[in-house]
């Protein structure tokens, strides 16, 4: 993921780019609006984190010029001013996401994977595993091309389990995804989901098998992968 970082605060802007590149972005990162545009024009960046207060003038002019030449790139601006005002002028000028100084680095990485899972982002929003494909926004089962029908919980389940295949989900990992604080939850109700869903998987003839690693948790593998 490539990311161009418009920061002219130059301890703030290798805090930055210090701590997206720990989270595996590669960051490109300009002090200048004009820096920015060239680097726009030369680079394709997945996201664009924009600083508001430039030398050279305003980010948001960046960003209702880029919307104009109708260039769709995810944009989140970053702000020291408090007020509503700029919140709301952002998100107008085209902004899809809008972080207040002082932040923690983890949070901007959050966020700006929250954008590049959205719908056309970079990140895509359907999850592969052998012939099995899941829309996260759609909330869609394909098991090659035929639809299939789960429960709620089975299809949450399922996502995080495709979403880490080959890798052992702990099963209070996966519990403490599935089922809110206030929920009852039976100690064999993860167990009861799990073989429902193996069961619907066959059925389907799904390529993958669910392994249960008794007392630590659950594995989906791709059975193409042995
Ligand atoms: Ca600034």
Do not use: C, W
Not at 22 to 37: I, K, Q, S, W, Y
Not at 53 to 75: E, I, Y
Not at 202 to 219: D, F, K, N
């Amino acid at each position: 993921m490539r990311i161009l970082l418009v920061e002219d605060n130059l301890k703030l802007s290798t805090y930055v780019r210090r701590g997206l590149e720990n989270e595996d972005f590669t960051v490109d990162g300009v002090g200048t609006l004009a820096d920015a545009e060239v680097a726009l024009d030369t680079a394709p960046y997945d996201l664009m984190v924009l600083d508001l207060g430039l030398p050279d003038g305003d980010g948001l002019d960046l960003l209702k010029k880029l919307r104009a030449q109708d260039n769709h790139l995810p944009v989140l601006v970053l702000t020291a001013r408090d007020g509503v005002d700029d919140r709301v002028k952002g998100l107008n000028a085209g902004a899809d996401d809008y972080l207040l100084k002082p932040f923690a680095v983890e949070e901007l990485a959050a966020r700006l994977r929250a954008l590049l899972r959205r719908p056309d982002g970079a990140l895509g929003n359907s999850l592969k595993v052998g012939n099995i494909v899941f829309d996260t926004s759609s909330r869609e089962v394909r098991v090659g091309q035929n639809l299939i029908k789960i429960s709620r919980k089975e299809m949450g389940v399922l996502e995080q389990l495709m979403r880490r295949s080959g890798k052992v989900v702990p099963k209070d990992i996966l519990e403490s995804k599935l089922y809110g604080f206030d929920e009852e939850v039976s100690p064999n109700s993860l167990e009861a989901h799990i073989s429902r869903l193996r069961k619907r998987l066959s059925q389907a003839e799904a390529s993958v098998t669910i392994h249960t690693l008794r007392g630590v948790g659950y594995l989906l593998s791709d059975n193409a992968d042995g």
